[in-house]
């Protein structure tokens, strides 16, 4: 079957932009993740859904990300008013269940002027 | 908090030989998932093994196998036979398997290099 997909794949904006990542996990995937991958570095928790329930947003590094589940499907993070040091690879992945191996897409290289 | 090491950079190793890849972590915990995942440059990460910490037997998935050592937190990652494809960043991380916690914990990875 179809794996995750993340779109768009690039994205450039201008400091103080707002941007919408989104991600398609694989279909009947309970759980899905947000990780944040700086250059050179390994990937970093952002926040996880069980279903459309956010059950920890811990790693979120500001008040200017949001992300959201609504129908326990597709889920976006949102970046308001971007920084340059938001630059990086955000990664989405989903498990079946929670404690089940993760399966990570793409990922979409942001990139903030 | 939990912290994964991975004290290689990078690697290189000749087509059809074997590399050892390093990963140390830290926790208190007992009860836990390790995990390889390979990242190649067009940066889809795909899980290469998995070992859960209750189990004393090495995980193997064809080429790929580990050397899980417990008391000392190692989980090294072997790869036999190396091939081309093999050529990605290779990232050890680590998972707590209780109640309350869904995040991988990463290591900074080590670029693996396969020479023909």
């Known amino acids: 079957g179809a794996g995750v997909s993340q779109s768009p794949r690039y994205k450039v904006a201008k400091r103080g932009q707002d941007v919408a990542l989104r991600c398609d996990p694989i279909?009947?995937?309970?759980?899905l993740f947000w990780y944040q991958q700086a250059l050179g570095q390994g990937p970093e928790f952002l926040t996880y859904?069980?279903?459309?329930?956010?059950?920890?947003k811990s790693g979120l590094p500001s008040d200017r990300f949001f992300a959201e589940r609504p129908e326990g499907s597709v889920s976006t993070l949102k970046i308001q008013r971007t920084q340059q040091e938001d630059s990086a690879v955000y990664l989405c992945?989903?498990?079946?269940?929670?404690?089940?191996?993760?399966?990570f897409g793409p990922g979409t290289r942001l990139l903030v002027l | 908090a939990q912290t994964v090491t991975q004290s290689q950079p990078e690697m290189s190793v000749q087509e059809a030989e074997t590399v050892t890849l390093s990963c140390t972590y830290d926790t208190s915990e007992s009860d836990y998932y390790l995990f390889w995942y390979k990242q190649p440059p067009s940066r889809q990460m795909i899980l290469v093994i998995r070992?859960?910490?209750?189990?004393?037997q090495n995980a193997t998935e064809n080429r790929f196998s580990v050397n899980f050592q417990k008391a000392a937190k190692s989980f090294s990652l072997k790869i036999s036979d190396s091939q081309l494809g093999d050529a990605a960043m290779y990232f050890c991380?680590?998972?707590?398997?209780?109640?309350?916690?869904?995040?991988?914990?990463f290591g900074k990875g080590t670029k693996l290099s396969v020479i023909p």
């Open positions: 279909s009947g995937h309970v759980s």
């Open positions: 070992q859960e910490a209750y189990k004393q």
């Open positions: 992945a989903s498990s079946l269940a929670y404690g089940e191996t993760q399966y």
């Open positions: 991380a680590y998972k707590y398997s209780g109640a309350g916690s869904y995040q991988l914990t």
């Open positions: 859904f069980q279903n459309e329930a956010q059950l920890d």
